[in-house]
């Protein structure tokens, strides 16, 4: 299996570090990066051949949340897993509601990550 998986943190330490990790995954053929909500959405506009998101929730200009009410609203994106990444676990209920299909706890460990990974690709 090959996947595309697309990376959204405003943060570079955690992108390079989620990088890192996906690295490490022989199903991940391919990475790609957004730094916010915004330039995510763009980003899937041009490339429709992705398979999965790993979401940050707090962002600047478009959050993980208003990404996943925007993301989730064109039908055409209904097949696409997005796992939210947050440290925050009071928040799992609402990005649940607003689409998201899963969540992983920063800081994210390898193991978790890639049994992620293996459940929605």
Do not use: C
Request: cysteine-free; charged content about 30%.
């Amino acid at each position: 299996m090959a996947l595309k998986v697309l990376i959204v943190d405003d943060d570079f330490i955690n992108r390079k570090l989620l990088q890192t990790l996906l690295k490490k995954n022989t199903s991940v053929t391919e990475i790609v990066e957004a730094e916010n909500g915004s330039d995510a959405l763009d980003k899937i506009k041009k490339d429709p051949n992705i398979d999965l998101i790993l979401l940050d929730i707090m962002m600047p200009i478009v959050d993980g949340i208003e990404f996943l009410k925007i993301f989730r609203s064109d039908i055409a994106n209904a097949h696409i897993p997005v796992i939210v990444l947050s440290t925050d676990d009071t928040r799992k209920t609402e990005v649940y509601d607003n689409g998201a299909n899963d969540f992983l706890r920063k800081p994210v460990k390898e193991d978790m990550l890639s049994a992620k990974i293996a459940q929605w690709s």
